[in-house]
């Protein structure tokens, strides 16, 4: 597999730093979905454009029988102003910013489909490629599913027999894979509490019923869930992100709106909070004569690695890297939405080590950054994992 990757190298790196130049968020990947269509098209794949909006599907037929494989690839980006001093190559669009590694997961799905199109006579099954938007938002993979791609008549032609993927980690060394079974990434639920009250003036607050400190209460009360409530072995994360009430100093507002995220890894334990949440902020507003309505807002499940596929993916990775740089790892309270994909299809997702040998830079950050000699790997672990399943 060394020459099939070295005579694409140069193609590798143009494509991640061309991507990474022009980051598009959620549900604009105009530009980006556009070069993906017309490379796979040139690739010989079958092409189906705006699948959820700014998706891509691709299917490559094989000339021998073989299970049917889906590989995701997001394609996001964030915003934020990248940091511009590190690198001569940086985000061209204020405000927006490749900063956890979905250019290089499209850099590196376009590679392997450009390697395995070129075997295509001997490879069994059929390989389909999601390049999914709106991965960051939690909504691009249910918007895809939503639009038809697992349906009999959708671009697939019905449910693959997998689902697969990876995301570069910055947290792990480079030349290393890392996955696990069970429980991989939480589950994650936006959520929204509006608190309503009593308006007036804010130096006769007894003619009130004050939101901001009702809302405050919440915020308190609500931490009692994780460190009373539930195994301190049993994960969960409730943060809160926004708290917005009032318009002037001297005004006690009517309404207070507080959003946050819920991460959970066990479905047990996250029905149980939801409950609780719920009438936490219920029977708080009858204690402080406010009104607190509760809503989920967005659910992404949690991603889980069922352990045949767990163990049949770590020998594919391990055949490539060694089994010394294939890694186990604890779970997660960051989310991804590729377990919508894995919810009515056997799946495996991994992480594939991206740290630099500066150090590792957080995701999500102004300064995030990716060693590229990660993209070897996760070309090369992505192709040898796609043909095993193709004929597992």
Same mark, same amino acid.
């Given at each position: 597999?060394?020459?099939?990757?070295?005579?694409?190298?140069?193609?590798?790196?143009?494509?991640?730093?061309?991507?990474?130049?022009?980051?598009?968020?959620?549900?604009?990947?105009?530009?980006?979905?556009?070069?993906?269509?017309?490379?796979?098209?040139?690739?010989?794949?079958?092409?189906?454009?705006?699948?959820?909006?700014?998706?891509?599907?691709?299917?490559?037929?094989?000339?021998?029988?073989?299970?049917?494989?889906?590989?995701?690839?997001?394609?996001?980006?964030?915003?934020?102003?990248?940091?511009?001093?590190?690198?001569?190559?940086?985000?061209?669009?204020?405000?927006?910013?490749?900063?956890?590694?979905?250019?290089?997961?499209?850099?590196?799905?376009?590679?392997?489909?450009?390697?395995?199109?070129?075997?295509?006579?001997?490879?069994?099954?059929?390989?389909?490629?999601?390049?999914?938007?709106?991965?960051?938002?939690?909504?691009?993979?249910?918007?895809?599913?939503?639009?038809?791609?697992?349906?009999?008549?959708?671009?697939?032609?019905?449910?693959?027999?997998?689902?697969?993927?990876?995301?570069?980690?910055?947290?792990?060394?480079?030349?290393?894979?890392?996955?696990?079974?069970?429980?991989?990434?939480?589950?994650?639920?936006?959520?929204?509490?509006?608190?309503?009250?009593?308006?007036?003036?804010?130096?006769?607050?007894?003619?009130?019923?004050?939101?901001?400190?009702?809302?405050?209460?919440?915020?308190?009360?609500?931490?009692?869930?994780?460190?009373? #409530?539930?195994?301190?072995?049993?994960?969960?994360?409730?943060?809160?992100?926004?708290?917005?009430?009032?318009?002037?100093?001297?005004?006690?507002?009517?309404?207070?709106?507080?959003?946050?995220?819920?991460?959970?890894?066990?479905?047990?334990?996250?029905?149980?909070?939801?409950?609780?949440? #719920?009438?936490?902020?219920?029977?708080?507003?009858?204690?402080?004569?406010?009104?607190?309505?509760?809503?989920?807002? #967005?659910?992404?499940?949690?991603?889980?690695?069922?352990?045949?596929?767990?163990?049949?993916?770590?020998?594919?990775?391990?055949?490539?890297?060694?089994?010394?740089?294939?890694?186990?790892?604890?779970?997660?309270?960051?989310?991804?939405?590729?377990?919508?994909?894995?919810?009515?299809?056997?799946?495996?997702?991994?992480?594939?080590?991206?740290?630099?040998?500066?150090?590792?830079?957080?995701?999500?950050?102004?300064?995030?950054?990716?060693?590229?000699?990660?993209?070897?790997?996760?070309?090369?672990?992505?192709?040898?994992?796609?043909?095993?399943?193709?004929?597992?």
């Amino acid at each position: 597999m060394d020459w099939e990757f070295t005579k694409r190298q140069d193609e590798l790196i143009r494509l991640r730093r061309d991507f990474h130049a022009h980051p598009e968020l959620s549900f604009q990947e105009d530009r980006t979905a556009r070069i993906v269509s017309d490379l796979m098209e040139k690739k010989g794949f079958k092409v189906t454009r705006k699948v959820g909006q700014t998706g891509v599907v691709a299917v490559l037929e094989g000339g021998q029988p073989g299970n049917t494989v889906m590989w995701r690839a997001d394609m996001d980006a964030l915003p934020l102003q990248e940091d511009h001093s590190k690198f001569e190559f940086h985000s061209e669009t204020d405000g927006v910013m490749h900063a956890c590694g979905h250019d290089g997961h499209t850099a590196i799905a376009l590679t392997v489909a450009d390697i395995l199109a070129e075997r295509k006579n001997d490879l069994p099954g059929r390989v389909v490629f999601a390049f999914q938007p709106a991965e960051e938002i939690g909504s691009g993979a249910k918007a895809m599913l939503n639009d038809g791609l697992y349906a009999p008549n959708g671009p697939i032609g019905g449910k693959p027999d997998y689902a697969l993927g990876l995301h570069l980690g910055a947290f792990s060394p480079t030349g290393t894979v890392t996955l696990k079974p069970g429980p991989l990434m939480a589950a994650a639920d936006a959520f929204k509490f509006v608190v309503r009250g009593v308006g007036g003036h804010a130096s006769m607050p007894q003619l009130s019923v004050d939101p901001i400190m009702v809302g405050s209460q919440l915020v308190v009360a609500l931490q009692t869930l994780i460190s009373r #409530e539930i195994d301190t072995m049993n994960p969960a994360v409730l943060s809160f992100g926004t708290f917005q009430a009032g318009t002037k100093s001297n005004i006690i507002p009517v309404e207070a709106i507080l959003t946050g995220s819920l991460r959970t890894l066990d479905p047990k334990l996250r029905s149980y909070l939801i409950e609780r949440m #719920e009438a936490m902020g219920r029977d708080l507003g009858k204690l402080f004569r406010a009104e607190i309505s509760f809503k989920l807002m #967005e659910h992404a499940p949690a991603v889980i690695n069922p352990d045949d596929l767990t163990s049949f993916a770590q020998k594919s990775a391990a055949s490539v890297i060694g089994s010394e740089a294939v890694l186990d790892r604890p779970a997660i309270m960051g989310s991804e939405d590729m377990s919508e994909f894995m919810v009515d299809v056997p799946g495996c997702f991994m992480f594939v080590g991206a740290q630099r040998s500066d150090g590792p830079t957080p995701h999500h950050s102004p300064l995030f950054a990716i060693d590229e000699k990660s993209l070897e790997i996760g070309v090369k672990v992505t192709t040898r994992t796609l043909i095993d399943f193709l004929q597992k």
